[in-house]
């Protein structure tokens, strides 16, 4: 008998019939279909079609997977020092070029007006994660409460141990950027920033701070930990502004 192909959850001493080298033939072939593609049978032939939300535009033109992403289904611990995750110990600070600053306990946050949405994710490493879940409160309406002052041009989240991360006040005002305290209808995990993160969807996610304390609007631009580092000052996806 001829010896058909061999894959890797194959036993090597056994050897395929003739009736399994199609079910080979088609498992080689998902095997080799690359990330971002789905596979249909369409007359007993298998096809690879594009997924859909590589092909999606977004109301401002912009493709929804940015360049250079790869889709994911779960969003990822990209690591970073761990703040205190008690909400009874959570203080946020709302500070800078502001008339009237403040500090928010997490009662208090919850308080404000809740807004929940959903945003796409897109990680400076290559990963995006659609359809994430948040709910929290908007930044622009920390802003209006903080009465913001004409001179403010960018906000610094301010994290715990000292990490920042600066953002352009056009960017950290739009109606999808959230002090959040909910992810996909459960508390914030602590991987992801409990009890509070900063979301800014449309910038690398880095910019979105985790394990937030403070706010402080600026007249000038303060690179953050790691902008000062290589990283690139904006952080637009759509532009791949990864580093420098």
């Not at 008998?1 to 056994?14: F, Q, Y």
């Not at 946020?92 to 403040?102: M, N, Q, R, S």
Request: charged share 30%; glycine share 10%.
């Amino acid at each position: 008998m001829r010896r058909g192909p061999t894959l890797p959850e194959d036993d090597a001493r056994a050897e395929p019939t003739a009736a399994l080298e199609p079910t080979i033939a088609r498992r080689r072939f998902i095997q080799s279909a690359g990330a971002g593609t789905v596979i249909a049978a369409l007359g007993g032939l298998y096809v690879l079609i594009a997924e859909p939300a590589y092909a999606e535009t977004r109301a401002d033109g912009k493709k929804r997977v940015p360049p250079g992403q790869r889709v994911i289904a779960k969003l990822k611990d990209m690591g970073g020092s761990e703040g205190d995750p008690s909400p009874g110990q959570f203080r946020l600070k709302v500070h800078g070029e502001v008339e009237a600053p403040f500090t928010l306990d997490f009662r208090e946050l919850l308080a404000m007006k809740q807004v929940e949405l959903k945003a796409d994710v897109h990680c400076v490493t290559g990963w995006t994660c659609l359809d994430t879940l948040w709910k929290g409160v908007r930044i622009n309406d920390l802003a209006k409460r903080a009465k913001l002052k004409k001179s403010a041009r960018y906000v610094v989240f301010e994290a715990a141990h000292g990490y920042t991360a600066n953002v352009p006040l056009r960017d950290a005002l739009a109606d999808d950027a959230l002090v959040a305290h909910r992810m996909n209808g459960e508390r914030l995990p602590r991987e992801h920033g409990t009890p509070v993160r900063a979301v800014v969807p449309d910038l690398y996610f880095w910019k979105s701070a985790k394990w937030l304390t403070g706010i402080k609007f600026v007249e000038r631009d303060e690179p953050g930990y790691w902008e000062v580092r290589g990283y690139h000052n904006h952080g637009d996806p759509w532009r791949e502004e990864r580093y420098g």
